[in-house]
């Protein structure tokens, strides 16, 4: 098993996993705001006892990557991704992203994983494709001020900020038969908190803002698209259910009660359809 950094085309040093064989097919993954590469450990421990590469990195400014002050931002993140699967020369990989990292996986794959022929499989989980915001030609967004809200609540007591999410609606836990679990809650803390509180300020305009329409129909790949049908953070219909019919080969499975945090909170079943996929 082996860590490092990779330093980025304008100098931001990203920090990686890479577990496994190297001559394994390799599964790259790519994590939510505004966590890092540990959101992924059940995935990894899992994939890597199936006999697969496992490589995840913090995107710029989260986890331990650098706490740079520009670049937050889907073509920069896409990018120091690229930059990380250069460096590892990657091929055939598969590549899997949760909410934000959805997105950046949706760029990556139409900018850099299909151009270079890198890319053989994109999973979007839970994923905030092709728009969340709302606007004239995307009635079924979130309004602006559902985002100034979070930037509001990050700028005002941001260590409290990151208790609120994940004990509330990231993982479902406010619905009334649901039973918290405080160490998913302050794991989902730790991640945050190691983050800098500017690129995560800056990130919520990248998740939010960013259209991916043209990211979307650009992907050939066998996409699978997993969406949890109680998602509160990214809501299913504006999302998962329409980035589906953007991509050339589409496929959709849709979860009915699980929460936007599902990879963690139902990793046995996530893990299985991933699994599933990987191996057709």
Known sequence: ???????????????????????????????????????????????????YRVVAHDRRGHGRS???DVGHDMDHYAADAFAVVEHLDLKKAIHIGHST????????VAKFGEPSGRVAKAVLVSAVPPLMLKTETNPGGLPIEVFDGFRKALAANRAQFYLD????PFY???????????????????QGMMGSAQAHYDGIKAFSETDQT??????????????????????IDNAGRMSVKLVKQGKLKTYPGYPHGMLTTHADVLNADLLAFVKE
Not at 16 to 29: L, M, N, R, S
Not at 172 to 190: C, E, H, I, K, Y
Not at 214 to 235: C, F, N, R, S, Y
Request: aromatic share 12%; net charge negative; proline share 7%.
């Open 1 to 51: 098993m082996s860590s490092g950094f990779v330093k980025t085309k304008d100098g931001v040093e990203i920090f990686y996993k890479d577990w496994g064989p190297k001559q394994a097919q390799p599964i790259v993954f790519h994590h939510g705001w505004p966590l890092s590469s540990d959101d992924w450990d059940a995935q990894l421990l899992f994939f890597l006892a199936q006999g």
């Open 165 to 168: 999410v994940p004990g509330g």
């Open 101 to 108: 990292g959805g997105g950046e996986v949706a760029r990556y």
């Open 214 to 235: 043209d990211d979307l129909k650009a992907m050939t790949v066998p996409t699978l698209v997993l969406h949890g049908e109680d998602d509160q953070i990214v809501p």
């Open 172 to 190: 479902g836990f406010n619905r009334p038969d649901a039973t918290t679990l405080p160490g998913v809650v302050n794991n989902w803390w730790r």
């Open 66 to 68: 650098s706490q740079v």
